[in-house]
């Protein structure tokens, strides 16, 4: 296949939009950084993170999971995998078996297993636990999920397709008439995130839809559909949400919103999904006493927050082109003797900026202060603090960002100060 353009400045145009993609392309950016590596006999699409790429996982699920609670989301923690009976009730073994990763032979075994491909049969049993009243909805169950789905080859890309990824899934329990503020509510989270990250101007919205004239791929009545469907339009048009309408692009058991974001490439996949499901509920047995006295099915809205945590780190890569916002940089400060003897007052301060929660380090190789601060910035570190004769004497450090700008002499208080600001605003630029 070939490409050809009417004109050769938009020829031009498009060689500048590789160059610059390739600069930010995060398989290539991620593995030079030291965020992530693939081994071949360990697997296609199964990434390692490395430290610094786990620094950065591991602040983002904090956030994720505070910022829930404080939403009245209940946290859970359940099997990565099960027998095929559930998936057998969920419908998941009829119409997706194919993506999931499936232990034992049905011919041979009495028992067969499969890892989870999604969570939300297993945070159903949480809701079957006892018995449910009106009063108990909505209830909100959300999971940092290590998922597994059988991806083809040929899809493989980076992080941001793989076979083993973690997600920041949740599943809430609700009544009708509860149905509309759930969803804004869990629409709101999503933007919110989305927003603190500086993802969201990049995010366009999916009203994904059934395809009628392929019904062996969804469960439920055609009735079942249109109202799940009516419901949710009324939704999102009541939201003043500006989306495209995605035919037979719905989950087996439900319409879904889908926020989807571009790479580099210009690529588009799923980043968070919004979706209603009036199915499941009644599949599963999951019931609650209505104040008339009288058992219901509540309607599920499943949905993710953050969506799954390889492919954020991915669109953050080339986002940022791996100078991230200092609140998430795997180390937000280097500390840069100029002469080995400067490295003890150094090691000091480096004490002083740890005591704070500040992630540093220090480079003590004998080497000149222009190649560090060189290095530094390859390493795209927001903050380096440089200490000769005069800070000692002073004591003070000589501030530098990684945009390449001397900043001057600053006392180690005022700059813990100024840094944890930046840090606590989760501000998306350099304050110094």
């Keep these: 296949y070939g490409i050809a353009f009417p004109k050769a400045s938009m020829l031009e145009e498009y060689l500048n939009m590789l160059e610059e993609a390739k600069k930010r392309d995060h398989n290539k950016l991620g593995r030079e950084l030291e965020l992530f590596t693939t081994v071949d006999y360990i697997g296609q699409g199964l990434p390692i993170l490395l430290p610094k790429g786990t620094k950065i996982i591991q602040i983002l699920q904090r956030w994720v999971e505070d910022e829930e609670a404080k939403r009245g989301w209940l946290l859970t923690k359940t099997p990565l995998m099960a027998k095929s009976d559930l998936y057998k009730i969920s419908g998941h073994w009829d119409h997706y078996k194919e993506g999931m990763f499936v232990l034992g032979d049905e011919e041979k075994d009495k ?3 499969a890892l989870r491909p999604m969570t939300c049969p297993f945070q159903y049993q949480a809701y079957l636990n006892r018995a449910r009243s009106y009063r108990d909805l909505p209830l909100r169950y959300d999971e940092t999920s290590t998922l597994f789905r059988n991806e083809a080859s040929g899809e493989m ?4 397709r793989v076979r083993q990824f973690t997600i920041s899934e949740g599943h809430l329990m609700c009544t009708p008439d509860q149905l509309e503020d759930e969803f804004r509510s869990c629409l709101e989270l999503a933007t919110f995130m989305l927003k603190t990250l500086g993802l969201y101007e990049d995010a366009s919205f999916r009203f994904s839809q059934w395809d009628p004239n392929d019904r062996e791929k969804y469960i439920g009545t055609e009735e079942q559909w249109d109202e799940a469907q009516s419901k949710m339009k009324n939704i999102l048009d009541d939201l003043g949400v500006d989306y495209k309408i995605g035919i037979g692009e719905a989950a087996f058991y439900g319409p879904k919103l889908d926020i989807q974001i571009r790479n580099v490439y210009g690529k588009e996949d799923t980043l968070i999904t919004i979706q209603i499901d009036q199915m499941l509920a009644e599949k599963f047995g999951m019931e609650y006493v209505d104040k008339d006295g009288t058992k219901k099915n509540p309607y599920i809205i499943h949905r993710t927050s953050i969506g799954c945590y390889e492919r954020t780190l991915a669109y953050l890569i080339e986002k940022y082109a791996g100078a991230f916002p200092t609140w998430l940089a795997p180390v937000q400060v280097k500390l ?7 490295y003890d007052y150094l090691a000091e301060v480096k004490k002083q900026l740890e005591a704070k929660g500040i992630r540093c380090e220090i480079d003590d190789r004998s080497e000149k202060i222009g190649f560090k601060i060189r290095q530094a910035q390859l390493e795209k ?9 005069k800070d ?7 501030l530098r960002t990684r945009s390449g700008g001397d900043k001057g002499a600053i006392t180690v208080d005022e700059f813990v100060e100024k840094i944890l600001a930046e840090v606590d605003s989760k501000s998306l630029e350099l304050t110094m």
């Design 111 to 113: 028992e067969v297993f």
């Design 381 to 389: 570190v927001p903050y380096m603090l440089l200490a000769g004769d």
């Design 336 to 342: 840069l003797p100029i002469a080995d003897r400067h």
């Design 392 to 398: 000692i004497e002073n004591n003070t450090v000589s």
């Design 157 to 160: 890309h980076g992080l941001i």
